[in-house]
C-alpha cells in the first residue's frame, strides 16, 4: 500500500481533505493518513468539521497552535519534519493556502518526497496577503499542482511551471458540498434562529479586522443592512479578539439585528448559506459555495484569487463602505443564479486520485526532472 499524508491544519482545509480521503480509501492502492497541524484547535474551528464531514480521528497530530507567521510556519515544520522521520510517508498531498499547507510543503520537497498542492494556481496579484505568499511558494515547491480552473493553470503557466506538473481536476469544495447536500438541505440553522429572511456575514481577514477603523466602518455596514434584512454574524476567533480590542464587541453582541453567534460547522453553516438572502464575507471558500448555491455573494476586498467566481459566478468585490448599499441591491428576490463552471461538479476527488496514483508510477523520473540539480 503507498501511504500517503493528507495534511490540514486550518478550518478551509477540512472540506477539501475529506473527499480526497474518503476516494483514497476506497482504492486497493493507497493508505490515506490524516497528519492535523493543530493550527485550528477550537472545537468549533476544527473538530465540528471532523464529525460533519466523517472524518476518522487525526493518525497524527503536531498541535502547533497559534503564534505569529514565523513562529507558527516554523512549529508546522519542524513538527512535520520529526513525523516524517518516524513514519515517512510515498507521498504528501497539501490543501489550500493557509501556513500549514506551506510549511509541510517546504518539509516534503526537500526530504524528496514527492508533494502534491490541491488548489493550486490561485493568484489574487496581492503579496499584501499572508495566503499569496503561501500559494505562490506552495506551488513552486511541489512536484504536482491540481488546480480548480482554467484561469488557475493560466496562473501556473506564466510562473514557468512545466506542463507535466499540472493536472486540471477541478474544485475538490464542491465534492464535499454536493456529498453533503441531502444533510444540509434537512438542517434547519435559520429557523433555529427564528430567521426566514436574512444576510450572513462573515470577517476575519488580517486587512479587514486588524485595523480597528475598518473594523468599525464594517460593524456600522453591518447595522444599515441590518436595518432591512436581519445579518447574522458567526464569529472568528480573530474577530471576536479585535472587536474586543476595539470595544465594538459588547454593544455588538446587545445589538439586535445583528446577530452574533459561534462559527458554525460545515452542515449547519452551509444550510445558513444557502437559505440567506445575500453573503457579505471576506472568505475565499465561500465565494465559490456561494457562487455553486447561485447566493449573491459581495467580498469584502479589493481582488479575488478566484476571478472565476466574478465572472461566473455570483460574487461582487466591494469596499468596506459600500456594504449596505451594495447588499440591498443583491438580495433583491431574482438575484440566484447558481453557476455553472466547467468541473464544479462533486466529481473531483476521483480525478485526483487517478491523477495522483498515475504521477507516483512514474515519480522516480518525475523527480529527476523536477530537481535536476540535486538529481
Ligand atoms: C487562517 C488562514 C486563513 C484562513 C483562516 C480560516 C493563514 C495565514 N491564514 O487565518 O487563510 O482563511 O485561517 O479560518 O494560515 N484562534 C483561536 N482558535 C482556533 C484558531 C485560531 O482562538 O482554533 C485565534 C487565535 O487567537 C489566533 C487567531 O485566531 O491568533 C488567528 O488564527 P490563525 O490560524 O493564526 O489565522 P486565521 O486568521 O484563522
Same mark, same amino acid.
Given at each position: 500500500m503507498t501511504r500517503i499524508h493528507l495534511i490540514a491544519g486550518a478550518r478551509p482545509n477540512f472540506m477539501k481533505v475529506a473527499p480526497l480521503y474518503h476516494a483514497l480509501t476506497a482504492t486497493p492502492w493507497a493508505e490515506p493518513v490524516l497528519v492535523h497541524t493543530g493550527q485550528h484547535y477550537d472545537a468549533a474551528m476544527s473538530d465540528a468539521f471532523f464529525a460533519d464531514l466523517a472524518?476518522?480521528? =487525526? *493518525? $497524527? $497530530?503536531?498541535?502547533?497552535?497559534? +503564534?505569529?507567521h514565523a513562529e507558527q510556519t516554523a512549529r508546522v515544520m519542524s513538527g512535520y519534519d520529526a513525523l516524517c522521520d518516524r513514519a515517512p510517508p510515498d507521498a504528501t498531498v497539501v490543501v489550500g493556502d493557509v501556513n500549514s499547507t506551506l510549511a509541510c510543503a517546504l518539509v516534503a520537497a526537500k526530504r524528496r518526497i514527492p508533494v502534491a498542492h490541491l488548489e +493550486? !494556481?490561485?493568484? +489574487?496579484? *496581492?503579496? !499584501?496577503? =499572508?495566503e499569496e505568499i503561501n500559494r505562490i511558494l506552495t506551488d513552486h515547491a511541489c512536484d504536482l499542482l491540481w488546480p480548480p480552473s482554467d484561469d488557475a493553470v493560466a496562473n501556473l503557466r506564466a510562473e514557468?511551471?512545466?506542463? $507535466?506538473?499540472i493536472a486540471l481536476v477541478g474544485n475538490i469544495m464542491i465534492d464535499s458540498l454536493v456529498a453533503l447536500w441531502p444533510r444540509i438541505a434537512a438542517e434547519g440553522t435559520a429557523a433555529a434562529l427564528g430567521l426566514s429572511r436574512y444576510v450572513v456575514a462573515t470577517f476575519h481577514r488580517p486587512a479587514n479586522v486588524d485595523d480597528p477603523a475598518c473594523l468599525r466602518t464594517i460593524v456600522g455596514e453591518l447595522r444599515r443592512v441590518a436595518l432591512e434584512d436581519p445579518v447574522v454574524l458567526p464569529l472568528h476567533p480573530r474577530t471576536a479578539a479585535r472587536l474586543e480590542a476595539a470595544e465594538l464587541l459588547e454593544s455588538l453582541r446587545a445589538d439586535c439585528g445583528v446577530r452574533v453567534i459561534e462559527p458554525l460547522g460545515y452542515i449547519a453553516f452551509l444550510n445558513l448559506v444557502s437559505g440567506a438572502a445575500a453573503v457579505v464575507t471576506d472568505s475565499g471558500g465561500i465565494q465559490e459555495e456561494t457562487s455553486y448555491l447561485g447566493i449573491p455573494c459581495l467580498t469584502v476586498? =479589493?481582488?479575488?484569487?478566484?476571478p472565476v467566481t466574478v465572472t461566473h459566478g455570483t460574487n461582487r468585490l466591494i469596499a468596506p463602505a459600500e456594504i449596505a448599499e451594495r447588499a440591498r441591491a443583491a438580495a433583491a428576490p431574482d438575484c440566484r443564479r447558481p453557476a455553472q463552471i =466547467?468541473?464544479?461538479?462533486?466529481?473531483t476527488a476521483g480525478r485526483v486520485e487517478a491523477s495522483l496514483r498515475a504521477f507516483l508510477a512514474t515519480a522516480g523520473d518525475t523527480a529527476q526532472t523536477v530537481h535536476p540539480a540535486n538529481g
Open positions: 472524518l476518522p480521528a =487525526p *493518525d $497524527h $497530530h503536531l498541535g502547533v497552535g497559534s +503564534a505569529g +493550486a !494556481g490561485l493568484r +489574487a496579484g *496581492d503579496r !499584501g496577503m =499572508p514557468g511551471i512545466p506542463e $507535466h506538473r476586498r =479589493p481582488n479575488t484569487e478566484r =466547467p468541473l464544479w461538479d462533486g466529481r
